[in-house]
C-alpha cells in the first residue's frame, strides 16, 4: 500500500481549521474580557494568522523534504489564511447574534457616520484575514523555497 502523502489542499485545510480554533478562542476570551475593541487585540490576531501560515507552510516542507514546489507552499498558505478567515467571520457572525454587547465594543462606522452592521464586519474580517495570508505566505516562501528553485531570468539562458 501506498503511504499517503500530504497535499497542500489538504495541508492548508487542516492547519486552517486549527489556525481558526486558536483564532476562535482567543476572539471568544477577547469578547468575554471586555477588550476585543482595543487596536491590540486585532493586532494579535493577524499575529496568530500569521503564524498559522507560517506553520502549514513548514509542516508541507517537512513532509516533501526539499521536493516542495513554490506554488505549493504558496498556495497551502492562502488555504491555511482562506479556511481560518471564513471560519472566524463565521464565528463573528454567531457572536453578533448572540451577544450584542461583545459587537458594541467594536462599532465602527462608514465614511457617512452610519453604524456598520456585523455582516459587513465579519466580510471584512475574511477579507483582511485573506489578504494578510497572502502577504505572509509571500513573505514566507522567500525563506522556504527549494534550494533548486531558479528565477525565471535564469532559466531563459538555459
Known amino acids: 500500500m501506498a503511504a499517503p502523502t500530504l497535499t497542500s489542499e489538504k495541508n492548508g485545510l487542516r492547519m486552517g481549521v486549527f489556525t481558526a480554533l486558536a483564532l476562535v478562542v482567543y476572539t471568544g476570551v477577547a469578547a468575554l474580557a471586555g477588550f476585543l475593541g482595543q487596536l491590540e487585540a486585532g493586532t494579535l490576531d493577524i499575529v496568530l494568522l500569521?503564524?498559522?501560515?507560517?506553520?502549514?507552510?513548514?509542516r508541507l516542507k517537512k513532509a516533501c523534504g526539499?521536493?516542495?514546489?513554490?506554488?505549493?507552499?504558496?498556495?497551502?498558505?492562502?488555504?491555511?489564511?482562506?479556511?481560518?478567515?471564513?471560519?472566524?467571520?463565521?464565528?463573528?457572525?454567531?457572536?453578533?447574534?448572540?451577544?450584542?454587547?461583545?459587537?458594541?465594543?467594536?462599532?465602527?462606522?462608514?465614511?457617512f457616520g452610519s453604524d456598520l452592521g456585523v455582516l459587513i464586519s465579519g466580510l471584512g474580517i475574511i477579507l483582511l484575514g485573506t489578504m494578510t495570508g497572502v502577504i505572509t505566505s509571500l513573505v514566507a516562501m522567500q525563506y522556504f523555497k527549494s534550494t533548486e528553485?531558479?528565477?525565471?531570468?535564469?532559466?531563459?539562458k538555459v
Not at 149 to 156: K, N
Open 50 to 58: 500569521a503564524g498559522g501560515v507560517v506553520f502549514a507552510i513548514r
Open 66 to 111: 526539499d521536493r516542495m514546489t513554490y506554488f505549493g507552499g504558496f498556495s497551502t498558505g492562502i488555504i491555511t489564511a482562506m479556511v481560518a478567515s471564513a471560519l472566524l467571520g463565521v464565528f463573528f457572525w454567531l457572536l453578533g447574534g448572540i451577544s450584542q454587547a461583545a459587537i458594541s465594543q467594536i462599532e465602527a462606522r462608514d465614511l
Open 149 to 156: 528553485h531558479q528565477a525565471m531570468g535564469e532559466m531563459e
